[in-house]
């Protein structure tokens, strides 16, 4: 028998299809976003709240991370960013009246969309242990529940504390500082499901988890690679990053299965030429790559250079910076020298030719970047594709100058800053000793579980209270049917939250629900920080007045939670009271305690805020175990499909960012009103003998049965041979809790493989 999702009330008749689109953004975007905006918002309040987006003295987008430059438009937003500001700005709210009015179990049936729409959660809300229904509770109350569930836990192990990237540095800080204070470090966050393989591989290679360019070195860079990624509707403001490069003469090249609109051309609807004109054309090169064949296209391309290197010794390899700042580089080249290129064009798809052409863009630029997102990181072999890109551009010393670099484009607006504060489940000595000195108590050493293992700790029943600061965990997260019987199973689950979502819906025998301030909303005259996807750290001020009185901070919530914990000794050796009402102070315990934030409130007022120290970039230091940037050795596995399968990625949609649905279009794509859908190759549609329309099921195989998800109408595609792709979280389903990525433990939502039955 397969496992399955049920449908959850789908909504998909109206469902149409039409022809992709060739081009992004444009006119149609900005008349999609004010559209959005003004249902969510009204007119008056959708200009007055989009004016202060991104700007120096407004909030940062609660959408993505992509930085802002020094000179920022009067709309400094994208599409995406708009219906982001929309829908935590939005004037719907969602009362205790409604959650009378809506069993829990009513709410498990309904679509992440529909639950989305409701609005604004405004009150803390309890539901007790053999309830359906939520309640309104004080927030003393709430804080007792907590602290007297946590307080009865055999280990402080049994309890898990998750963050979504949404979360301030400020926030973040207190909250580690809470939970190791409590004394676990079971911090699961988002990036265990997202930049974790980027995070383990550019650590081990670079010494930094993160990437090593800035905007300027995009606008510089006489080449970028642009790998599993959509820019056009994860990213959109990257677009417009991209085509500066371009005029400033950069090449791009776009890798991925699909070929996306965004990397295609571009309509900037912020340039006249954009709304009436043609646009820029941005891939000057697209390789249609077979999924989880980036590590072999950048292993082919290393080889080439290798070859070129022999014909034209000291041409082609930067000798001076491999010998001074790099080890590993004699056991890096035997491997490479022994690709075979048969296993090449199986596992790319791609012919020699595409190769041998892109090499020749690659041997006349003095400057190459690497960005990418998801596409790289959701594999079984993630961090070797990661670590192999790494030894294609340390071949040619783009590492550490002006124009090259790796750039992992990350998602949600602080994910980064999240981590840096220490939302980590395996943090650092040195960061745990820096705490001890600050605050004088001994945090826990044991390394605690990340998204994956809190899961399987819930289902064992090894974990028993669950908490998670933002996000949706319920819908993020794989193998939905064991993700929602695991949390169904804790004591507790706690959602600190601004909008409802399937995780108030899939909760466990008891439940809260804590409303908290959005970022567009004033927290009287405090200000908070975050930190880009290029270590930039700049404040966030809300300037909306708060969708209810009832409404709380996150540093608020954590403070009050942690004096209920820790009862009359709490301010002992934490002044929680003060951090609650002055974020100034936080910071100043940030700067004693995280490297890199010295003078840290001083140098955040300043318009633009500054840059974190990056030492690869900086001054090509490399913090690893060698001292140097290290060349891996990495196995080139093909995935090969059992005839009559496919192999499946799952992305978003348009009217999509991470697990939160704005809408159920997908512009680009050509698909409106509907989500349930599978874009596949017409020659493989032709293969399997399945036409185009069809409704068909979407069934995963793996050694512990099969995983079945239900009712998807095919799309002739243009899609890479042998490829697939549908929509996540529909699709999480398909996603065994173990089929993992090796050292990061990321879900490999990208390569899964699959036959498609048609329905009965």
């Not at 992440?112 to 309640?135: A, C, F, I, N």
């Not at 990237?165 to 911090?187: I, K, M, P």
């Not at 491997?335 to 041998?356: F, H, Q, S």
């Not at 996150?554 to 004096?563: H, S, T, Y």
Request: with cysteine; proline share 5%.
């Amino acid at each position: 028998m397969a496992k399955r999702a049920p449908r959850r009330d789908v909504g998909d008749e109206g469902l149409q299809v039409g022809s992709p689109k060739e081009w992004a953004a444009g006119a149609p975007a900005v008349a999609h976003s004010l559209a959005i905006s003004y249902a969510q918002m009204g007119v008056k309040r959708t200009f007055l709240t989009l004016a202060q987006v991104n700007q120096k003295n407004g909030f940062d987008c609660p959408g993505c991370a992509w930085p802002e430059g020094t000179h920022r438009s009067p709309a400094e937003f994208c599409e995406n960013g708009a219906k982001a500001v929309a829908e935590e700005a939005t004037l719907r709210r969602v009362t205790h009246e409604f959650f009378a009015e809506h069993a829990v179990t009513e709410l498990a049936q309904r679509t992440d969309y529909w639950l989305g729409q409701q609005g604004r959660l405004t009150e803390p809300m309890h539901k007790p242990v053999g309830s359906d229904h939520y309640v309104p509770v004080s927030w003393d109350e709430a804080f007792s529940i907590i602290a007297k569930e946590l307080r009865e836990l055999d280990s402080p192990n049994e309890a898990l504390f998750y963050t979504s990237g949404r979360t301030s540095n400020e926030a973040a800080f207190v909250y580690q500082l809470l939970v190791r204070r409590y004394g676990t470090n079971n911090l699961p966050d988002c990036s265990n499901m997202c930049h974790e393989s980027s995070g383990s591989a550019l650590t081990e290679t670079l010494g930094i988890g993160k990437g090593t360019v800035s905007l300027e070195d995009l606008y510089k860079s006489d080449l970028i690679f642009v790998v599993g990624q959509n820019p056009g509707t994860n990213h959109p403001r990257m677009l417009s990053a991209l085509e500066k490069a371009k005029e400033n003469g950069a090449r791009i090249v776009a890798v991925n299965p699909l070929p996306e609109a965004g990397l295609m051309r571009f309509k900037n609807p912020q340039r006249p030429a954009g709304v009436i004109g043609n646009g820029t054309k941005l891939a000057d090169r697209f390789l249609q790559i077979r999924l989880n064949g980036d590590l072999a296209l950048f292993q082919a391309l290393s080889r080439r250079l290798l070859e070129a290197e022999d014909a034209a010794p000291g041409s082609m390899i930067d000798r001076q910076f491999v010998e001074a700042h790099t080890n590993g580089f004699d056991d890096w080249e035997k491997n490479i020298r022994k690709l075979d290129w048969a296993d090449v064009e199986e596992a790319t798809g791609l012919p020699r030719t595409a190769i041998d052409d892109t090499v020749e863009d690659v041997i006349k630029a003095k400057s190459v970047i690497v960005c990418w997102a998801m596409g790289l990181t959701q594999h079984k072999n993630s961090v070797p594709t990661i670590r192999e890109v790494v030894n294609f551009l340390l071949l040619r010393g783009n590492v550490g100058r002006s124009g090259a670099g790796v750039c992992p484009v990350r998602g949600h607006s602080n994910v980064q800053g999240d981590r840096t504060m220490g939302i980590y489940e395996k943090p650092s000595a040195a960061f745990l000793d820096s705490l001890r000195e600050e605050f004088g108590f001994e945090p826990p050493r044991e390394h605690g579980h990340d998204v994956v293992d809190s899961i399987r700790a819930l289902r064992d029943g090894q974990a028993k209270v669950f908490f998670a600061m933002g996000g949706n965990f319920v819908a993020a997260t794989p193998d939905t049917e064991v993700t929602e019987a695991a949390m169904r199973k804790a004591r507790l689950t706690v959602q600190v939250s601004t909008k409802l979502n399937r995780s108030h819906a899939v909760c466990g025998e008891q439940a809260l629900i804590l409303p908290t301030l959005g970022r567009t909303e004033r927290d009287g005259d405090q200000f908070v920080t975050v930190e880009d996807s290029m270590g930039m750290v700049h404040a966030s001020r809300g300037r909306l007045r708060p969708a209810s009185h009832y409404l709380l901070s996150e540093v608020a919530i954590v403070c009050r939670l942690a004096r209920k914990m820790f009862g009359q000794d709490a301010d002992s050796d934490i002044p929680w009271e003060r951090f609650e009402s002055d974020n100034d102070a936080i910071r100043d315990s940030i700067q004693r305690v995280v490297p890199g934030f010295d003078d840290f409130n001083a140098r955040v007022r300043a318009p633009g805020g500054f840059t974190l120290p990056n030492g690869p970039r900086d001054e090509r230091r490399f913090n690893t175990d060698t001292g140097k940037a290290n060349f891996t050795v990495n196995a080139l596995e093909i995935l090969r499909i059992p005839e009559g399968r496919l192999l499946l990625q799952t992305v978003r949609s348009h009217d999509q960012y991470n697990t939160t649905i704005y809408g159920l279009d997908d512009r680009y794509r050509g698909v409106r009103s509907g989500r349930r859908v599978v874009f596949v190759n017409p020659d493989d549609l032709a293969h399997l003998g399945i036409a185009d329309g069809e409704t068909v099921d979407l069934i995963s195989e793996w050694p512990d049965g099969e995983r079945k998800a239900e009712g998807f109408r095919v799309i002739a595609y243009s899609t890479s041979r042998g490829c697939c792709a549908a929509y996540y979280p529909e699709t999480n389903v398909l996603v065994p809790l173990d089929s993992v990525a090796e050292t990061s433990n990321t879900p490999t939502s990208k390569s899964i493989v699959v036959r498609l039955s048609r329905r009965v």
